[in-house]
């Protein structure tokens, strides 16, 4: 660790994941195969719902933007963590440390915002029916991502500005990429301002978009108990439970990352937080989609006929 104040640095050096290094082959090899998964069933998603006019619906656009968040999330982190895994410790510019944290920030923080916004949808669905495709129309959808995206700019811009304009006492950060967490342990004097600043913005990236979530869910489990029919309950269950999952998946993680004093921190077990919601996350959202989802099954059977039908 490199002391005193360090104005002048032009780069860190991330240690990624040195107290295994006897691993880092079987890592790199998973790592990798989990990245190439990801981008494959994220891009199958994504086509599916585009080539079938039947998926042309608020609830499948909103799954298409989470496919493409995942798939921009996990290409900001695995590239940096791969060159690590074969090369050991890497050198990172501070302009690039700067740029991978903002679009860290930028997409995780869009992708909290859009698990509510696909909330909502579920909310209107189902406890509005008559109402539902006047409420989420088109331009209402666009909104309600353009609006994630912002908010995600936001957080994004005011985290990176914050921490890369303070004075830094050590290069040598104990992650596998630039993780707001340990870069708080590298700046100089008093980091407390820091530290509130970042439970604030979790605060509001994380738990308000969590809150709407579970309104949405109480008011969507209190009229799905209320249908007379045994079928038609079955049926809306089935249409949340895959967005539930997720939620659980991403918020559980993310929130035990960020909604914590510093003094709990331990590297080995944030790294493996960090590797739960932005490494097996992504994969994990279209697997469930598609396993739970009716229409997805059905859509992506369709697909397979007419594509061995061609061959």
Not at 13 to 28: A, D, K
Not at 132 to 151: E, F, H, K, P, W
Request: glycine letters at 4%; charged letters at 10%; hydrophobic letters at 50%.
């Amino acid at each position: 660790m490199i002391l005193g104040n360090l104005s002048g640095l032009s780069e860190f050096r991330l240690l990624g994941f040195s107290e295994i290094s006897h691993l880092h082959p079987l890592l790199f090899v998973v790592l990798l195969s989990l990245y190439i998964l990801t981008l494959m069933a994220n891009t199958v998603i994504i086509f599916i719902i585009n080539s079938d006019n039947t998926l042309h619906t608020p609830m499948y656009f909103f799954l298409t933007q989470l496919s493409c968040l995942d798939i921009c999330y996990l290409s900001v982190i695995i590239p940096t963590i791969l060159e690590n895994l074969m090369v050991g410790t890497v050198s990172i510019s501070k302009t690039r440390c700067a740029m991978q944290m903002f679009f860290f920030l930028f997409f995780g923080v869009a992708e909290c915002f859009l698990l509510a916004a696909m909330s909502l949808d579920r909310y209107f669905a189902i406890c509005y029916p008559l109402h539902y495709t006047i409420i989420m129309s088109s331009r209402v959808c666009r909104s309600l991502v353009a609006g994630s995206y912002i908010c995600g700019t936001a957080v994004g811009l005011v985290h990176t500005l914050t921490t890369f304009s303070s004075a830094f006492c050590g290069s040598t950060i104990d992650h596998f990429f630039c993780e707001v967490q340990p870069l708080l342990d590298l700046l100089c004097g008093n980091t407390f301002p820091s530290e509130i600043q970042v439970i604030v913005v979790a605060v509001f990236a994380i738990l308000s978009p969590f809150l709407l979530i579970i309104y949405s869910y109480i008011h969507i489990i209190s009229t799905v108990l209320h249908m007379a029919s045994a079928e038609s309950r079955q049926k809306a269950f089935s249409t949340c439970s895959s967005h539930l999952l997720v939620v659980i998946l991403f918020y559980g993680t993310a929130s035990s990352m960020y909604l914590r004093p510093k003094y709990s921190y331990c590297a080995p077990v944030d790294k493996f937080l960090s590797l739960s919601y932005s490494v097996v996350t992504p994969l994990l959202n279209p697997i469930i989609y598609s396993l739970k989802n009716r229409e997805v099954k059905g859509a992506l059977k369709k697909k397979w006929r007419k594509t061995n039908l061609v061959w």
